[in-house]
């Protein structure tokens, strides 16, 4: 017990200090260090492999849903990325530029990638010619490059990965359908592999992205009752693809301009899957993008029959297809099971030598820290079932933890209240900048989406006026 | 007739122009294109899918020997490069440099890394405690940038994605061992899935890798004769280690240096692939990284039953985990066998009405342009069974043009006349420098690697003088 407690110490509390709770989970679980430049992290390998879990579940996504994977370069000319004039305003005071290179200054600097649709439409328009050339519909994994005044790991840093997807179409209905469709294709990946419950729809004209006609965005409720921006989609009619001149001949014979989306997410979601599932002693993790699925720990391993029992169990569970580790190392069960908790391992199974003479195995579950017994036979069936059930049990707690924290706020009275209650607010909105400004300046809080829902009052909760285009919308004070 | 002259017109002459034939068929199968900036590449769906399958496999192979994945920060502080002097050395003239990020001129420019080897140790002496923190196995797979005055897809570009293990141990013994095992594994994976003979074995003083104690190479025989660098491992010794004061406490209680390994492989590979294997007609690709194993194309496809049993047999071998293609697009058959063999797809199925009449589908094998029937029953199974066939008999062929293209110069004027026939040469090499300079000087040649074989003869090829430490070593043209 007294290392339990000094385990536990390590970590801030959770409730009453929750950035350093963060702070210290991401260090001490070794999922991140920081690099030697300031804003950059070292994605270190426990958290690498919540990543390639991750990236695993989307790309098969992404591919059956006809989209393709590719590799545009790094550095894109300084003059490309000013072609459209919104896109370079947003961008240009992040980018980190190249001037020298091989020993010499360039005739022309560079700019690091802070995002490629410039690079993409580049190539789009040399590619496309016909119509029998759309859609095309690419996607890259790639690192990026935006140099923010604040950072934090995961959620904001200088470089971070991601994938982005480029689709251009021949008409219109086509691009917004591609746009409106990766939106819910995150908010599924989100709910069915990350169990984390999420708000999507259309962004304020304010938020959305540099350049686009719209952008939508996925928005997922933290443990404090902050919103993080997990993931977005942006439909950009035709507004690059006149920039860029990308025409093709249509079936008509005439000459058009393609119609354009873009969508992205990033290693920010390991924010989000830490800050929605976490809890005192460290991280939970979903099982199915858990780096590690169940750990085999053998209890009074100087025992005869222990180690072999467990090396057979773990052996077991490996060839069922589950991601499982046995922890042999020369330190006490308890230390172990500290470890492991921090590490949000979802299942862990106590193989002692009671547990052997009885035929089961001791587990503990880490989402609900409970512990019950298997039977050792047929144990990976049985492993299975619970690893299952724990990713239904941990997106039904996430829910309804976020369903509890969701408030109408008919008055900016309310709305103030609510934001103070750490909840989110629906609110009714007129569309005005002004009131959204008013969030602001009032309530640190911003318009995190618009939602499709029929507006439950007539007048908007800011204002108080009356307006045609009334809509509702989530407001949050945000990551 | 007319249509498949036209088509096999575009590519030049395998045998007459070598060089142009490789950048029409990178170009023209649309494995990459030329990025807006000098020396950089696009990387295509169907060159970025090769890669994929080239990364899985090796992927697994990292695994399953104890490897675990990361990502590391590409910006690299400038003062942290200089600590190896003779690495700073061999990269300083090609690297990138960032002096301007977020608008602000930095305190400290940065560099793009072109490897990864001084922010690992930047870590690795962070993170390294005692022997219990031993061995630290990690690889990444990422992007570098070196900014090189000749460009060439795949082969030399300013920018390319490639994987870079970092390992560190308490002895040198298993540093060493790390570094000749993964010299193997990169050499059996050369065999096994990219269906190329490799010769591996220490490279001279001259090429090893900057900083390096040894460097080990992989070196593959090209087409036409020439050789290409395909992967290499290096062994650090204490160099790094000393340089960034990476200590640990051993069980000896004494503090120690760690022992340093790195090893790397880019998609230089599929360069290597295109030149090993391609012919006349385009690409041929060995079905372990074929993107499409099988592309199954109706004949007389306005016929009843034919795109139905077309449709079919392309279910039925993706239900088998064949990669396939359903070629249904508005295009004569001729049009398309032409396009998918220049693409280098291992199997062409033909299914029209008469196949199906006989309960076969007609199937051309890319590599030896023949052509057969199997059956359409169990036509999965027996077109596994061909795509096995065909990746042993592709690394047989090229096993045999390599053996047929190995020859012993026993003196200099040997030697010219095997390098003027296009093929490698095995010398006995004194390790003298000045020799080295010589191949180079009046053959534009160099010693690739050196070889585990017994001299053929007690005197060097170059300079004929007896020695204690002749070796057997290849000396080619290389790319």
Redesign the interface.
């Not at 950059?40 to 390998?45: A, D, E, F, G, H």
């Given at each position: 017990m007294a290392q339990q407690k000094q385990f536990v110490r390590e970590i801030a509390d959770i409730n009453e200090n929750f950035p350093q709770w963060y702070t210290d989970v991401v260090l001490k679980t070794q999922l991140v260090?920081y690099?030697?430049?300031k804003g950059?992290?070292?994605?270190?390998?426990y958290?690498?492999?919540i990543?390639?879990n991750i990236q695993r579940e989307l790309d098969a996504r992404f591919k059956a849903t006809g989209h393709?994977?590719?590799?545009?370069?790094?550095?894109?000319?300084h003059s490309?990325l000013l072609k459209e004039a919104e896109h370079v305003e947003g961008f240009?005071?992040?980018?980190?530029?190249?001037?020298?290179?091989?020993?010499e200054k360039l005739s022309e600097p560079?700019v690091?990638r802070p995002t490629s649709e410039t690079?993409f439409c580049?190539?789009f328009s040399?590619?496309i010619n016909s119509y029998r050339d759309l859609p095309m519909k690419?996607n890259q994994w790639?690192?990026v490059?935006r140099?923010?005044?604040t950072t934090r790991p995961f959620l904001r840093t200088?470089?971070f990965?991601w994938q982005e997807g480029h689709t251009i179409h021949a008409t219109r209905d086509e691009s917004f359908q591609e746009t409106i469709d990766m939106l819910h294709l995150y908010h599924d990946f989100a709910r069915d592999v990350l169990a984390m419950p999420t708000f999507i729809g259309q962004k304020s004209e304010k938020e959305k992205f540099a350049g686009a006609e719209a952008t939508y965005g996925m928005e997922a409720m933290m443990l404090d009752g902050k919103s993080l921006q997990a993931g977005t989609t942006h439909h950009f009619g035709q507004k690059f693809s006149k920039a860029y001149d990308i025409t093709f001949l249509d079936k008509d014979s005439t000459h058009k301009h393609v119609w354009q989306s873009s969508w992205g997410v990033s290693t920010r979601l390991i924010g989000a899957i830490i800050m929605a599932h976490g809890d005192q002693r460290g991280l939970v993790l979903p099982p199915k993008i858990a780096p590690v699925q169940v750990v085999v720990i053998p209890v009074a391993s100087h025992k005869p029959g222990v180690i072999e029992k467990a090396t057979e169990v773990a052996n077991e569970l490996r060839n069922a297809g589950i991601r499982v580790e046995l922890d042999t190392r020369d330190q006490s069960p308890g230390w172990k099971f500290n470890e492991w908790e921090m590490k949000g391992v979802p299942v862990r199974l106590e193989v002692g030598p009671r547990d052997i003479e009885n035929g089961v195995a001791t587990y503990s579950r880490r989402d609900t820290c409970t512990k019950d017994t298997m039977p050792l036979e047929n144990i990976a069936d049985s492993a299975k079932a619970l690893l299952d059930e724990i990713q239904t049990a941990m997106y039904q707690k996430s829910l309804a933890f976020r369903d509890s924290h969701v408030k109408y706020a008919h008055t900016m009275e309310e709305l103030g209240q609510i934001l103070d209650d750490k909840c989110f607010a629906k609110v009714v909105w007129d569309e005005d900048p002004e009131c959204e400004a008013m969030f602001k300046d009032k309530f640190q809080a911003t318009v995190r989406v618009m939602l499709d829902e029929e507006p439950f009052q007539d007048v908007c909760t800011c204002c108080g006026k009356k307006s045609d285009h009334l809509r509702v919308a989530i407001v949050a004070r945000a990551y």
């Open positions: 260090d690099g030697p430049v950059t992290m070292v994605i270190r390998p958290g690498y492999a990543w390639e393709q994977n590719c590799y545009f370069p790094m550095l894109i000319p490309l240009a005071p992040e980018v980190a530029m190249v001037h020298i290179a091989g020993g560079l690091v690079i580049n190539m040399k590619w690419l790639a690192n490059v140099w923010e005044k200088s470089e990965l």
